[in-house]
């Protein structure tokens, strides 16, 4: 069995996987403050499940990861800092456990998704309450953007130099607006939303030259609401050296991260 734990702001959900990529079991539980609540809180759920015998796990958490040291150093909503989340979680689940980014994660669990994936360069993007991303080539996250931080680009934005996620995120919006993209109907609110996301994934695009794009998060979940309006803006600023590559919303937004943490076990099993 593998077992993935997908550390979130709010909740935390820990799935069990067999060989072949099932969930045979998961379990959730709200996310601690504090991170000696958590490892307790952990403890006692996996405690609970039906079979603790793993033979590898994989840990998101939402921020940097040390991959040498096995620590997250940042946890963006929680208040954690450099904590030793491999080695506290190998003594829980007594089993190897990798330790990653939620946003790379889930980007490679949404690749699973597109046929021919091992042979193409895929952007993931999350717009949620903040801006974060992933690239997966030759269908593994790609080192060299492994810890990048997409959202916090700075880009012109009504004259300024401004972090992406402080215009673009679905806490923009909703700050600018009050109401979140679900609730938003008006046609000339989600000009201006594509707009703003066109920005950063022009310069995305321009850098990461990836073939197949795909948006998810609660904004990207609502995709069909502006893409039209989103590819309009993304034609303006096409060149022959940077084409515009196909944009697909995230099939599976919710459950995304815990494949990504199977098939990440899956490719590090030696």
């Not at 990653?100 to 994660?105: F, G, I, T, W």
């Not at 080539?137 to 997409?150: L, P, S």
């Amino acid at each position: 069995m593998y077992v993935a734990i997908d550390i979130g702001g709010t909740k935390t959900l820990v799935a069990v996987f067999d060989a072949k990529g099932k969930i045979v079991e998961q379990q959730k539980f709200p996310t601690p403050k504090e991170y000696e609540d958590f490892k307790i809180e952990l403890a006692k759920v996996v405690a609970k499940l039906s079979t603790t015998d793993f033979y590898k796990g994989v840990v998101d958490i939402p921020g940097l990861v040390n991959r040498k040291l096995g620590t997250g150093v940042t946890f963006g909503n929680l208040p954690w800092e450099n904590v030793s989340v491999q080695n506290d979680l190998e003594h829980i689940l007594n089993c190897p456990v990798l330790v990653e980014n939620d946003a790379r994660l889930a980007g490679l669990g949404e690749a699973l998704e597109i046929s021919g994936f091992k042979k193409l360069n895929i952007l993931y993007i999350t717009i949620s309450t903040g801006i974060g991303g992933g690239y997966i080539a030759n269908g593994k996250i790609d080192t060299k953007f492994e810890d990048a931080e997409i959202g916090h680009m700075l880009l012109e934005h009504q004259g300024h130099l401004t972090e992406w996620e402080d215009f673009a995120s679905g806490s923009a919006i909703y700050k600018k607006y009050g109401k979140k993209v679900v609730d938003i109907d008006d046609p000339q609110i989600f000009y201006a939303i594509a707009r703003n996301i066109a920005v950063g994934i022009i310069n995305l695009i321009a850098v990461m030259t990836p073939e197949i794009i795909i948006i998810g998060g609660s904004v990207g979940t609502h995709l069909e609401k502006f893409q039209d309006r989103l590819m309009e803006q993304l034609k303006l600023y096409e060149m022959p050296l940077v084409p515009i590559p196909p944009i697909v919303k995230a099939k599976h937004p919710e459950e995304a991260v815990i494949y990504g943490c199977f098939e990440y076990a899956k490719q590090n099993e030696h």
